[in-house]
């Protein structure tokens, strides 16, 4: 297994003079008004020997643990605090500033002064630097100590103040006032697009990155605990298999032979058990060249695990405890709130044969049918089907069009046709 490691500093992290001579090689007919101002202010600041820093910045807070730590009056631990972020918002107010900086953690806001910054009789970082080369979205490091404004609000009071990296894109701005927000990015194309963008100005994004992660890892604790084993699997395959997909297709050049992404890990899981192993599971990237929409992306992640010895049962104990642990785990509770719906993940689930459900929301009993019979249904509820359908293809065509949306809870259909 090879690690890898990589060193983002950053943009102007090679060099002032290599970046500048980039910059002026660029043909600027492309650049907005403003993309043309950015890199001129940052031209400006280099000629003026105010060169970026890219070194190491030594971050000792965030603007969360910064306003907990405040609450709980733990004065002593905020009189040298340390934070990098970007700008998002400036009230200049002549000889000082309020601004608001964003961390990876959330937002904070700081109180700049002329006179704290300035070197005796230099007084260029404040009148140049802060007001005149810096714009919204540009990176900075702060050191200060905290205080509470008259407003109430915590803030941090700037005693020294780095530059440390431009934005040489204006972000979209989003304004607030009073708790509500104006002016939010809504266009779909723009927000799964430009999922960067979208990450700064919407915090709410950034959150579900991180209930992801505490998704998988919850998972993979509790397959861990449970005896299960972590594998995996080839990504490259010389026959896709596992599902019915069609697969983007690639060029082995040393072997001269077609490879293709996989479309399902399911096969190679598969021959682990037959080798020997009790229980495996993969996080298996998976890639279909297919039709795409909001739900379904044709390069996607899915848990597969399999295991020998057990019946459907067992699965379906095993599956209602993973997700009441996942919800606890990340959500705090296993009850969450979903739109206007709470769900609730305390195990046990709901078990229902798909027969009793079409029933119980048709009032038709498929359970003694021939298939000729459940086509006859499938005329009486008015339902487009193939001539090509089964009896299993019948009988989910009526559960999925009149009784799926009945499940709002975690729910198991079990006892499906297999013929």
Known sequence: MKIRVLFIGTPNSLS???FAQQEKNMQTTHLSEQEIVRREKLQAAEAGHRSISAALYPVNNYSTEIKSSFADERMDELNNVCLAGRIMSVRDMGKASFAVLQDSKGRIQIYVRKDDLAKGEDTSMYDIVWKKLLDLGDFIGIKGFVFRTKTGEVSVHVKELTFLAKSLRPLPVVREADGQTFDAVTDPEFKYRQRYADLVIDPSVKETFVKRTKLMNSIREFLNDHGALEVDTPVLQSIPGGAAARPFTTHHNALDVPFYLRIANELYLKRLIVGGFDWVYEFSRNFRNEGMDRTHNPEFTILEFYTAYKDYLWMMNVTER?????AGDVCGATDVQVGDKV??????FKRISIYDAIKEHTGFDLSEMSEDAIRD?????HLQVDATMGKGKLVDEIFGNRCE???VQPT????????
Request: proline share 7%.
């Open 16 to 18: 002032s003079v290599t």
């Open 322 to 326: 993973l997700l009441e642990k996942a």
């Open 343 to 348: 769900i609730s993940f305390k195990a046990p």
């Open 377 to 381: 249904v499938c005329r009486q509820l």
């Open 405 to 407: 949306q009945h499940y």
């Open 412 to 419: 198991f259909i079990i006892d499906y046709p297999w013929r």
